[in-house]
């Protein structure tokens, strides 16, 4: 253990923690989204501590928001969102921070953050749905855990190799040195690979597939799925008009992707605009 500036040491500590439960390899086949998801040295588990350790962080280095302009209006729409998800909200802790960048994210853990800049430019509960329903939708396609895989391996070079490692730590209890010293390596990687992994950007598909599992959590809850072609709409001015910083818009799909995308998605939901 390295001891290192305030706190980040929790995050690689759980991090480190989460490459000790190693032995899961291969890819899962998720049903929702359609396709196989590589799941490679992190469990979901060890990615929720790892997200909830990040999330701790946070909420002692950022200033959370009290001011019920936004808490009110977040304590309505995301209870809302993540029941008609499935989801228990007693479960997930969301919360607005004071921070005036155009931003909002979701931790594995079940953990959403909300700036202030992207409340301000929020017209209407949908619109808010529209954001902490793409923000589920990350948590639930465990998609933090399938970019710290991709990271992981890339990192180690064992793309194509994989499966191999995997089953012989995995399911051979004889593996002995040879496992324990494969195990040490990963760590050492993921300590790096899993603290940056939950927060670099995703990439296009991930946030394509947030987008329309975000507005299907909305249809279900009951709120007007074509807002959230408005909010992004905003988005892309606000950004264009540079009145503040665009973290979340710089890392995200082209508008014209996301919004193709969603007007499909929405039109399959059946509100169709
Ligand atoms: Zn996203």
């Given at each position: 253990m390295h ?29 929702e ?16 501590e790892?997200g ?8 002692e ?11 009110e ?39 959403i ?8 430019i929020?017209?209407?509960d949908a619109?808010?749905a ?21 990271n992981l ?5 064992l ?9 012989r730590c995995?399911?051979?209890?004889r593996?002995?040195t040879?496992c324990?010293q ?7 990687v993921l300590?790096?690979g899993?603290?940056?992994g ?23 809850a ?23 910083p665009?973290?979340f ?12 995308n ?8 059946g509100q169709?605009?």
């Amino acid at each position: 253990m390295h001891p290192k500036a305030g706190g980040r040491r929790s995050v690689k500590a759980a991090a480190l923690a989460a490459a000790l439960s190693l032995g899961v390899a291969g890819c899962a086949y998720n049903e929702e989204l359609g396709r196989n998801q590589l799941m490679f040295g992190v469990g979901e588990d060890s990615m929720a501590e790892a997200g909830s350790a990040a999330w701790q962080d946070i909420k002692e280095q950022q200033t959370i928001s009290r001011d019920s302009r936004y808490t009110e209006r977040l304590n309505r729409v995301a209870p809302r969102l993540l029941r008609a998800s499935g989801e228990d909200p007693a479960e997930w802790e969301y919360l607005v921070f004071e921070d005036p960048t155009l931003n909002a994210f979701a931790l594995p853990g079940k953990k959403i953050g909300i700036h202030t800049g992207i409340m301000d430019i929020m017209q209407n509960d949908a619109q808010l749905a529209a954001v902490v329903g793409h923000e589920i939708a990350h948590v639930e396609y465990n998609h933090a855990g399938e970019r710290s895989s991709q990271n992981l391996l890339a990192q180690l070079g064992l793309v194509g190799t994989s499966i191999a490692l995997g089953s012989r730590c995995g399911d051979n209890p004889r593996a002995g040195t040879d496992c324990s010293q494969n195990a040490q390596q990963l760590a050492q990687v993921l300590g790096v690979g899993a603290m940056y992994g939950l927060i670099l950007p995703y990439s296009r598909k991930h946030e394509l597939e947030a987008d329309a599992g975000g507005v299907r959590y909305m249809a279900r809850a009951g709120y007007d799925a074509s807002e959230a072609l408005e909010f992004w709409t905003r988005m892309a001015q606000a950004s264009a008009n540079q009145e503040r910083p665009a973290e979340f818009a710089s890392t995200h799909p082209a508008t014209e992707t996301r919004i193709e995308n969603l007007r499909r998605e929405i039109a399959q939901l059946g509100q169709g605009t």
